[in-house]
C-alpha cells in the first residue's frame, strides 16, 4: 500500500470514529429524552447561544480526536493484538467520557447526565472496538490473499532474527512477505542455505540493495556490541533512503516488563521498564485509590473514632502506631495502624528475635506477648490497618499492592530480585492477604507479590478487593 493510500484510508477512519461519537453522542441525547421529563431533546437544541453551542460541540470532537491520537489508535497497529486494540479503544474512550463529564457542568449542559454518559460510554466503546475488529479482520482477510503486504528484510542471522522470522511466517495475517536476511557469513550462519533461509546480501552491500529493491521495512537484529558502528550506519541508510526501520525489544533479553519508544526534544529514548502500571493506566489506579479511600474513611469514621477509643484506653500510650516503611523505589514514609501492642513493642522486639517464628527475614509470632487485649481483636479483624487509608490519600500507599516491609525486614532481604517489589507503590492489601496471609511462607508471598507486578491490571486490583473482605471476615492467617 502506498503512503497516498495509507493517509487516504487514515484520514477516512479518522472520519469514521468522529462519526460514532457523533452518532453515540445524538443515541445518549435521545435515550435521555426519553427518560427525563424535565428536560426535551427539543429543548437541548435551542438553547440561549446556539453559536456557542455549536462551537462547544466542535471543541469537543476536537478534543476527542486529540486523545485517540494520543493513544495511539491511528497509528500501525500491523504487529499489535486484538488485545491491544481493545484496552487501547477503551481507555481512549474513558478519558473522552471524563472531558465530557467535566465539560457539563462548567458550560451547564442540562442534557449531559449520568445516563447521558452512561448510555454515550456504552455505545461509543463498542461501536468503536467493533469497527475497529472488523477492519482488521478485513485486513487479515486480504492480506492472507496476498494483498496488502509489506516486504521485510531482516538484518542479522542471530538467534532473535530467526525467531522473528519463524514468527511472521507462522502469521500471514500480519501480510509480512520476508525477502531475507542481510548478514556477513560467520559460523552461526553456515547451515541458512540449508535450511530454506536466504541471506540475499552482506552488509557492505546493503545500500545497493535497497537500491535496487522493494524494501518496505528493515528490521535491526544484529548484536549491538560488536557491531554497532556499522549498525547504525545501516540505520541511517534506511532513513537516507526513507525505509522504515524497527528494533527488536528483545536487545537486552529481558524477561519482564515492556518496552516504550519516546522522544525527548531530538532524541529518541526507548524505555525499558518491568513495572506495567505507568502512564494512563497509573492515573486510573491513583483515582482508584483517592475515591477509594475517601469512601471508606467517611463511611467508617465512627467505626474509626470508638476503635481509637478503645486503644487508647486498653493500654497506655497512643492510639496510633506509626512506623517507617519502605515504599515505592524505596522511598521511605510513615505508615499508619492502630496501635495493637505495648507503648515500647519496638524495643522488645530484639529480646524476641530467638522466637521468630516465620522464614525470611520477616518476623513473626503467633502469640506475641507484645500484643494488647484490644490488639488481638484489632489484628484478627484487620481493623488496625485501616488508618492506612490516609497513606493512600497521601500517595504513599494504594489499595492493592505489596504489603511495605519495615527497615528491618527490608535491610534483610539478600536477593535482587525481591527488591523488584519496591517498583510499585505498596499497598493495604494484595494477593498475599488474600491468599493465607501470615499462614503463607514467605517465598510464596514474594512470588505472588511478582505475580501481581507482572500481571497488574485494574481488573485485578477490583478482583483482590473484592476477595479482600471475606478474606479477612474469615480470619485466615491472621496474628
Known amino acids: ?140 482477510l486480504l492480506r492472507t490473499h496476498g494483498h496488502n503486504l509489506r516486504y521485510v528484510l531482516i538484518v542479522g542471522t542471530n538467534p532473535r532474527a530467526e525467531e522473528f522470522a519463524r514468527t511472521i511466517d507462522a502469521r500471514p495475517e500480519l501480510g509480512y512477505q520476508l525477502i531475507g536476511f542481510a548478514d556477513e557469513e560467520w559460523a552461526g550462519n553456515r547451515d541458512f542455505p540449508k535450511n530454506g533461509k536466504s541471506i540475499v546480501t552482506g552488509l557492505d552491500g546493503f545500500s545497493d540493495f535497497l537500491r535496487t529493491h522493494t524494501v518496505d521495512e528493515v528490521v535491526m537484529a544484529l548484536p549491538m556490541k560488536s557491531l554497532y558502528a556499522k549498525a547504525a550506519c545501516i540505520v541511517g541508510e534506511c532513513q537516507e533512503q526513507g525505509v522504515i526501520v524497527r528494533g527488536l525489544t ?6 519482564q516488563g515492556r518496552v ?38 467517611v463511611l467508617l469514621a465512627p467505626m474509626l473514632l470508638i476503635v481509637a477509643l478503645l486503644v487508647k484506653f486498653d493500654a497506655p500510650g497512643p492510639a496510633l502506631f506509626v512506623q517507617e516503611r519502605v515504599g515505592l523505589n524505596k522511598r521511605r514514609f510513615r505508615m499508619y495502624k492502630f496501635r495493637t501492642m505495648v507503648a515500647n513493642a519496638e524495643k522488645q522486639q530484639l529480646a524476641l528475635e530467638k522466637l521468630n517464628e516465620a522464614d525470611g527475614p520477616v518476623f513473626k509470632i503467633k502469640q506475641d506477648p507484645r500484643v494488647t487485649r484490644v490488639g488481638k481483636y484489632l489484628r484478627k479483624a484487620s481493623v488496625d490497618e485501616l488508618p492506612q487509608l490516609l497513606n493512600v490519600l497521601k500517595g504513599d500507599m494504594s489499595l492493592v499492592g505489596p504489603r511495605p516491609l519495615p527497615i528491618r525486614d527490608y535491610r534483610a532481604l539478600d536477593q535482587d530480585w525481591l527488591h523488584r517489589r519496591f517498583s510499585v507503590r505498596p499497598g493495604i492489601t494484595c494477593l498475599w492477604q488474600v491468599q493465607g496471609r501470615s499462614s503463607t511462607t514467605f517465598g510464596r508471598w514474594m512470588e505472588l507479590d511478582m505475580q501481581y507486578i507482572d500481571n497488574w491490571s485494574l481488573w485485578l486490583d477490583l478482583k483482590i478487593l473484592a476477595k479482600t473482605l471475606p478474606a479477612v471476615l474469615a480470619g485466615r492467617g491472621a496474628v
Not at 477512519?13 to 426535551?40: G, N, P, R
Not at 471543541?59 to 481493545?86: C, M, N, P, T
Not at 473522552?96 to 457542568?105: E, M, S, T, Y
Not at 505507568?278 to 475517601?294: C, Y
Open 260 to 297: 516504550d519508544a519516546t522522544q525527548l526534544d531530538t532524541t529518541h529514548v526507548l524505555t525499558y521498564n518491568a513495572n506495567l502500571c505507568e502512564g494512563v493506566p497509573s492515573i486510573f489506579k491513583r483515582l482508584l485509590d483517592i475515591m477509594g479511600a475517601l469512601t471508606l474513611l
Open 1 to 140: 500500500m502506498t503512503n497516498f493510500r495509507r493517509q487516504t484510508l487514515l484520514k477516512m477512519f479518522m472520519l469514521v470514529d468522529l462519526a460514532i461519537l457523533a452518532f453515540s453522542y445524538v443515541a445518549a441525547a435521545v435515550q435521555v429524552w426519553h427518560l427525563t421529563a424535565s428536560s426535551s431533546f427539543a429543548a437541548f437544541f435551542s438553547m440561549r447561544v446556539k453559536v456557542l453551542n455549536l462551537l462547544l460541540v466542535l471543541v469537543l470532537f476536537y478534543s476527542w480526536h486529540i486523545i485517540f491520537s494520543a493513544f495511539g489508535l491511528y497509528g500501525s497497529r500491523r504487529l499489535g493484538d486484538r488485545k491491544q486494540e481493545v484496552l487501547g479503544v477503551l481507555k481512549a474512550t474513558s478519558v473522552a467520557v471524563i472531558v465530557l463529564a467535566i465539560v457539563a457542568p462548567v458550560f451547564r449542559v442540562e442534557m449531559i447526565t449520568p445516563a447521558f454518559i452512561v448510555v454515550f460510554c456504552a455505545m461509543s466503546s463498542v461501536s468503536l472496538i467493533l469497527c475497529r475488529l472488523l477492519m482488521r479482520a478485513t485486513l487479515a
Open 250 to 255: 528483545s536487545l537486552f533479553d529481558l524477561q
